[in-house]
């Protein structure tokens, strides 16, 4: 058979130059993290450092104020570090045992067919958008807040409060957990539990003792994922959130003020100090989500060895 | 307790958590549609958003002529005049006469505008304008000024014009407003501005993770860095679009955030979904196939672009219609990018909103329009489960292609 040199050899540079164009996209694709952080940074880094044009932030202030007045030019985020940690600790303790009996429903307990029920309403839950949710959040949850702080004889401002932002971020990160867990609990194995029921254990005992207790690691991992979720969400809390002017919140039916709803409420100029410092606050945003995760990567490898 | 007893406690907690999600979707649905479905109209889908005021008189050539067909729809109907009014009040908590019929031969539907530098034009009263005011002539020849205060309701406008006007002479009248045409149409562009970015690079990350990637380190980081992306919030993307994009459209003549701007952040936004969805489709493809290219003599590229890619198509596709669903339900990295200035003509360089941000934009203000913000949820909703459905038919599809 006769080659075709010059054919071959220009197929063969073809061939080279979408090996490179392939690799180009994708580190192109992987270096958006790295520019995201970069510029963030930044940008957020900028109040602090001197030769500032708006007059420069001292950052240990900014890190530990418990006052963020745009009007008055205070900005302190250490009582909205606390608020958004403490409202997204709290949706996750609300969401996590129904997502994970949800789960085992979807998973291990229901009829085949209405486990396929369930789990497509979870997926409609999930594709649900943030501010979609945040409508429903206004209209429904603050109002049930307003009845049940009346009724127990509080005055809410309009229902818009800390008890408000952690039912709709439970409701938020709920479909994010279920299908991690769902994902965790289908991958146990059946020999695992066919031990367990051939050793005389009910079938509900196998799935509440030796299912969930195999699935722990990815059902962790769900967790963690839903607790990054809760602490980015913006649209839909910044409409319940009432943004509070000092903190820290603790008391439920009290307006609250997190990272996100910071980031979001009051934006009017695209210049200045008070559009600068949303970005220190996105920077926060970001230490917050990294630190957060960090610590609970440790937690889930100890809780996973512990197995 | 008995170990049955405890069992079934232990079994209908997980239907009672169930229930309760299933509880939850049915409240947000039923909420968006008592509150929004009365809004839902042609008007809505098409109209402006803001209100528009005109000042018409009749043209000067029109000759009376009795109205052609007798009108029985909703409000008062004057048979002289051919129109029809009715009492409404607007989302604003405003009573106003909305027109709910002009007949072709009526004095309304021959209008020009009186307003400096658009006289002459066309300027006809039209279905679900709402009348200001009104002069007319009288038996005696005298024009009469009839207020807002002085037509009272529909029906006593329609009462004084047939028994006391001989001719009109000109009205003033809003648009309604209220409506999402321009949201529309922005989110149209930025779908299309996202996925002809997204989807080139999204592609091309998938074919070079799948095809030709080994477990060198770099390309382990390559990986790790597009799987942090799903992570990000897209509030901080919307903080990158304008730190590092925003000087990439003012090339391109941006002088302000735009749609331009949007499009480019959700475009990075779309990644992860674009190359996720499509490398699932690539592991799907049986290697046979390569190899059965490769051994006739196709190159790797040309066995890409000609076998592996056309059996892919489904998972592309799937990444597609996931990323439209991403980008009209996508609000926080609009905020910073976009603006939340709604604009009834937005352009690719100008501000505007999507609808997600139109409703943030209508829910933040002094007056929150729960009404529009429903109705534009429920649109928003229908396309999302719609795009969901299909989403699941291909997978479903896809699974059993290569059986």
Same mark, same amino acid.
């Given at each position: 058979?006769?080659?075709?040199?010059?054919?071959?050899?220009?197929?063969?540079?073809?061939?080279?130059?979408?090996?490179?164009?392939?690799?180009?996209?994708?580190?192109?694709?992987?270096?958006?993290?790295?520019?995201?952080?970069?510029?963030?940074?930044?940008?957020?880094?900028?109040?602090?450092?001197?030769?500032?044009?708006?007059?420069?932030?001292?950052?240990?202030?900014?890190?530990?104020?418990?006052?963020?007045?745009?009007?008055?030019?205070?900005?302190?985020?250490?009582?909205?570090?606390?608020?958004?940690?403490?409202?997204?600790?709290?949706?996750?303790?609300?969401?996590?045992?129904?997502?994970?009996?949800?789960?085992?429903?979807?998973?291990?307990?229901?009829?085949?067919?209405?486990?396929?029920?369930?789990?497509?309403?979870?997926?409609?839950?999930?594709?649900?958008?943030?501010?979609?949710?945040?409508?429903?959040?206004?209209?429904?949850?603050?109002?049930?807040?307003?009845?049940?702080?009346?009724?127990?004889?509080?005055?809410?401002?309009?229902?818009?409060?800390?008890?408000?932002?952690?039912?709709?971020?439970?409701?938020?990160?709920?479909?994010?957990?279920?299908?991690?867990?769902?994902?965790?609990?289908?991958?146990?194995?059946?020999?695992?539990?066919?031990?367990?029921?051939?050793?005389?254990?009910?079938?509900?005992?196998?799935?509440?003792?030796?299912?969930?207790?195999?699935?722990?690691?990815?059902?962790?991992?769900?967790?963690?994922?839903?607790?990054?979720?809760?602490?980015?969400?913006?649209?839909?809390?910044?409409?319940?959130?009432?943004?509070?002017?000092?903190?820290?919140?603790?008391?439920?039916?009290?307006?609250?003020?997190?990272?996100?709803?910071?980031?979001?409420?009051?934006?009017?100029?695209?210049?200045?100090?008070?559009?600068?410092?949303?970005?220190?606050?996105?920077?926060?945003?970001?230490?917050?989500?990294?630190?957060?995760?960090?610590?609970?990567?440790?937690?889930?490898?100890?809780?996973?060895?512990?197995? | 307790?008995?170990?049955?007893?405890?069992?079934?406690?232990?079994?209908?907690?997980?239907?009672?958590?169930?229930?309760?999600?299933?509880?939850?979707?049915?409240?947000?649905?039923?909420?968006?549609?008592?509150?929004?479905?009365?809004?839902?109209?042609?008007?809505?889908?098409?109209?402006?958003?803001?209100?528009?005021?005109?000042?018409?008189?009749?043209?000067?050539?029109?000759?009376?002529?009795?109205?052609?067909?007798?009108?029985?729809?909703?409000?008062?109907?004057?048979?002289?005049?051919?129109?029809?009014?009715?009492?409404?009040?607007?989302?604003?908590?405003?009573?106003?006469?909305?027109?709910?019929? =002009?007949?072709?031969?009526?004095?309304?539907?021959?209008?020009?505008?009186?307003?400096?530098?658009?006289?002459?034009?066309?300027?006809?009263?039209?279905?679900?304008?709402?009348?200001?005011? =009104?002069?007319?002539?009288?038996?005696?020849?005298?024009?009469?000024?009839?207020?807002?205060?002085?037509?009272?309701?529909?029906?006593?406008?329609?009462?004084?014009?047939?028994?006391?006007?001989?001719?009109?002479?000109?009205?003033?009248?809003?648009?309604?407003?209220?409506?999402?045409?321009?949201?529309?149409?922005?989110?149209?562009?930025?779908?299309?501005?996202?996925?002809?970015?997204?989807?080139?690079?999204?592609?091309?990350?998938?074919?070079?993770?799948?095809?030709?990637?080994?477990?060198?380190?770099?390309?382990?980081? $390559?990986?790790?860095?597009?799987?942090?992306?799903?992570?990000?919030?897209?509030?901080?993307?919307?903080?990158?679009?304008?730190?590092?994009?925003?000087?990439?459209?003012?090339?391109?003549?941006?002088?302000?955030?735009?749609?331009?701007?949007?499009?480019?952040?959700?475009?990075?936004?779309?990644?992860?979904?674009?190359?996720?969805?499509?490398?699932?489709?690539?592991?799907?493809?049986?290697?046979?196939?390569?190899?059965?290219?490769?051994?006739?003599?196709?190159?790797?590229?040309?066995?890409?672009?000609?076998?592996?890619?056309?059996?892919?198509?489904?998972?592309?596709?799937?990444?597609?219609?996931?990323?439209?669903?991403?980008?009209?339900?996508?609000?926080?990295?609009?905020?910073?990018?976009?603006?939340?200035?709604?604009?009834?003509?937005?352009?690719?360089?100008?501000?505007?909103?999507?609808?997600?941000?139109?409703?943030?934009?209508?829910?933040?203000?002094?007056?929150?329009?729960?009404?529009?913000?429903?109705?534009?949820?429920?649109?928003?909703?229908? $396309?999302?489960?719609?795009?969901?459905?299909?989403?699941? $038919?291909?997978?479903?599809?896809?699974?059993?292609?290569?059986?």
């Amino acid at each position: 058979m006769l080659i075709d040199k010059k054919r071959d050899k220009r197929n063969k540079s073809i061939d080279k130059f979408f090996h490179g164009f392939f690799m180009a996209m994708a580190m192109l694709s992987a270096s958006f993290i790295v520019i995201i952080v970069l510029f963030v940074f930044a940008k957020g880094i900028s109040p602090f450092l001197p030769g500032y044009e708006y007059g420069q932030v001292n950052l240990f202030d900014f890190l530990t104020g418990t006052t963020y007045r745009q009007d008055q030019g205070i900005y302190g985020v250490g009582f909205i570090i606390i608020n958004t940690l403490v409202c997204s600790f709290f949706a996750l303790l609300i969401s996590f045992p129904i997502s994970v009996l949800t789960a085992l429903f979807i998973g291990k307990v229901a009829p085949k067919k209405l486990g396929a029920a369930m789990q497509s309403i979870v997926e409609l839950l999930a594709s649900v958008p943030s501010v979609v949710y945040g409508v429903f959040a206004s209209g429904v949850i603050t109002v049930g807040v307003r009845q049940i702080a009346s009724a127990m004889g509080i005055a809410t401002f309009g229902g818009s409060s800390m008890l408000a932002v952690i039912i709709l971020l439970a409701i938020m990160i709920f479909p994010t957990l279920t299908s991690m867990s769902v994902t965790a609990i289908k991958a146990v194995d059946k020999d695992l539990e066919q031990a367990s029921l051939a050793l005389g254990a009910t079938k509900t005992q196998t799935n509440f003792k030796i299912v969930l207790t195999a699935a722990k690691s990815g059902i962790f991992a769900g967790a963690i994922l839903g607790l990054g979720r809760a602490f980015g969400e913006a649209t839909a809390v910044a409409m319940v959130a009432g943004n509070k002017l000092f903190g820290p919140t603790f008391n439920p039916f009290d307006i609250t003020r997190t990272l996100t709803s910071t980031m979001l409420v009051g934006l009017k100029e695209t210049t200045g100090l008070d559009y600068d410092i949303r970005f220190s606050v996105g920077l926060v945003l970001i230490a917050v989500i990294f630190i957060s995760n960090w610590i609970l990567n440790m937690v889930k490898k100890r809780v996973g060895r512990n197995a | 307790m008995s170990r049955n007893v405890k069992d079934r406690l232990l079994q209908a907690s997980t239907y009672i958590s169930s229930a309760l999600s299933v509880i939850v979707l049915a409240a947000i649905i039923i909420y968006l549609v008592v509150n929004g479905v009365s809004s839902l109209s042609m008007h809505l889908l098409t109209g402006d958003y803001y209100a528009s005021t005109a000042n018409s008189g009749v043209k000067s050539d029109y000759v009376y002529n009795e109205p052609t067909a007798s009108y029985d729809g909703e409000g008062y109907y004057s048979s002289k005049w051919g129109i029809a009014v009715e009492d409404i009040v607007t989302a604003h908590n405003d009573e106003e006469l909305s027109v709910t019929y =002009v007949d072709p031969n009526s004095p309304f539907a021959h209008m020009e505008s009186l307003v400096a530098g658009q006289d002459g034009q066309d300027s006809a009263l039209g279905v679900g304008d709402l009348i200001q005011n =009104v002069y007319y002539e009288d038996a005696s020849g005298e024009t009469v000024f009839l207020s807002k205060v002085r037509m009272g309701d529909a029906e006593n406008l329609i009462m004084t014009l047939d028994n006391e006007a001989v001719a009109i002479v000109s009205c003033n009248f809003e648009g309604l407003g209220g409506g999402i045409r321009g949201s529309i149409i922005a989110t149209l562009y930025l779908i299309v501005i996202s996925l002809v970015i997204s989807l080139p690079i999204g592609i091309a990350s998938a074919i070079y993770l799948h095809e030709y990637a080994n477990k060198s380190k770099i390309n382990k980081l $390559i990986r790790q860095g597009i799987d942090t992306l799903t992570g990000v919030p897209s509030i901080i993307y919307g903080l990158m679009g304008v730190a590092v994009l925003f000087p990439v459209t003012q090339l391109v003549g941006a002088t302000s955030t735009s749609i331009l701007l949007g499009g480019l952040t959700l475009a990075i936004i779309l990644l992860p979904t674009i190359i996720s969805s499509t490398e699932e489709a690539l592991i799907v493809v049986p290697q046979s196939l390569r190899d059965g290219s490769l051994s006739l003599g196709a190159t790797k590229s040309q066995t890409i672009f000609k076998v592996v890619l056309p059996c892919a198509i489904n998972g592309i596709l799937t990444g597609v219609l996931l990323g439209i669903g991403r980008v009209i339900g996508e609000s926080a990295a609009l905020v910073y990018t976009t603006s939340t200035v709604i604009s009834d003509n937005p352009g690719i360089l100008t501000q505007g909103t999507s609808l997600s941000l139109m409703i943030w934009s209508i829910m933040s203000g002094e007056q929150p329009n729960y009404q529009l913000a429903s109705a534009i949820s429920l649109i928003i909703l229908v $396309i999302v489960f719609v795009i969901n459905f299909i989403v699941k $038919i291909i997978g479903k599809r896809l699974a059993r292609s290569f059986m």
